[in-house]
């Protein structure tokens, strides 16, 4: 790169969270976790990545404790006595590895997994939809919406027991939490449903809000959000700032600190009728609005993106000039890195030693696995 990556190392304190650099780990599914019990394999797999200089590392999506909360085998639990030892052991070995971590909070919804996995029981969503017109499970009653609550504000409640250092709630990419934000999979009629976003964004401020009490003032909250759903590639929630203020700010209002804010190529301007073709990416936008902390995401140190990887193609690493500036003017705060960690464990040292040449491109076949 030709530009200074020093931007990209200077600390970030929030609350009680206190990293070395600006660089997360992105949450990536590995689905090597047999019967939903993390073990050494996969502490190793992320101490690496703490060795390698991360500054914070998310994990992978793990579950809650919610009948068929998962929708592939191998997805670890959060939840259960042995899953949460399993999980005592990965932190410890990241913070002996020098890292921070948090675990990110999950329930699939309706979604299927890609391997054709059949959960035992019948999967559960906002309206019994996996997709607009697309029926899939069953509707949740109001009980059920409380009960998966609880089961976030628990999961939470125990990572910061264990000694996780922050927890994110995934409420991306068409699971669980994003299908009851869409008007395509939420087409309910109590206080859970409505016309507007900022309707449909209740039963995420109530877990929000639950998961708050549980874990007190001081420790941070993380919320992941798309506008894109694997569903749907081009979906969007929030089509103008007035619509993304009514999304964001009642989750910010409720408990959010920093909102993890995913689109498929982080230098897509999220608004580019109003700023320009240079404008605001997504957290940028969010930042804005809302005045929370915002991780942007997408295709950070690749030139293909997320989709084309996960279908075989190949990635080689591109430039990191276009990050060094955005964050240079404070667009967002950190910036989190997926595939190139998978194949780069020490991607962070690399880069901020000057290193850049030496960084091999993503293959698909690095997912296979942990190393």
Not at 124 to 151: F, H, K, N, Q, Y
Request: proline letters at 6%; aromatic letters at 8%; one cysteine or more.
């Amino acid at each position: 790169m030709s530009t200074s990556p020093d931007v990209l190392f200077r600390s970030f304190t929030l609350k009680s969270l206190d990293l070395k650099n600006r660089i997360v780990m992105a949450p990536m599914t590995r689905n090597m976790a047999p019967d939903g019990i993390p073990g050494r394999p996969n502490a190793d797999y992320y101490a690496a990545r703490a060795a390698g200089g991360v500054g914070l590392i998310l994990s992978e999506g793990t579950v809650v404790g919610r009948p068929v909360s998962r929708n592939e085998p191998g997805i670890p639990f959060f939840h259960g006595e042995t899953a949460l030892a399993g999980w005592k052991g990965v932190i410890d070995a990241v913070h002996t590895a020098g890292g921070r971590m948090g675990p990110q909070l999950w329930h699939t919804g309706s979604t299927q997994g890609m391997s054709g996995w059949q959960p035992e029981g019948e999967v559960e969503s906002p309206s019994g939809l996996l997709a607009p017109g697309t029926p899939r499970g069953v509707a949740m009653s109001d009980e059920d919406i409380a009960d998966t609550a609880a089961a976030f504000a628990k999961a939470a409640a125990d990572a910061k027991k264990l000694g996780f250092d922050t927890i994110e709630i995934h409420g991306a990419h068409g699971y669980l939490i994003d299908q009851f934000f869409w008007s395509g999979t939420n087409t309910r009629e109590d206080r859970y449903g409505g016309a507007t976003i900022k309707e449909r964004s209740r039963m995420a401020a109530e877990v929000v809000a639950a998961t708050r009490a549980a874990v007190g003032p001081d420790f941070p909250i993380l919320l992941r959000v798309s506008q894109w759903k694997q569903q749907d590639f081009a979906a969007r929630l929030a089509p103008t700032p007035e619509a993304m203020t009514d999304w964001l700010a009642p989750l910010v209002d409720a408990g959010v600190d920093i909102l993890h804010c995913s689109q498929r190529r982080f230098w897509e301007p999220e608004f580019p009728e109003i700023d320009g073709e240079q404008g605001l990416n997504f957290a940028g936008w969010a930042k804005k609005l809302t005045g929370a902390a915002t991780i942007s995401v997408g295709s950070v140190g690749l030139s293909g993106d997320f989709l084309g990887a996960f279908s075989g193609e190949g990635s080689q690493t591109s430039g990191l000039d276009a990050l060094v500036a955005r964050m240079e003017r404070e667009e967002f705060d950190l910036i989190a890195v997926g595939r190139a960690l998978i194949s780069n464990p020490a991607w962070a040292a690399q880069v901020l030693h000057g290193k850049s040449s030496e960084l091999k491109g993503f293959q698909a076949a690095d997912l296979a696995a942990l190393v």
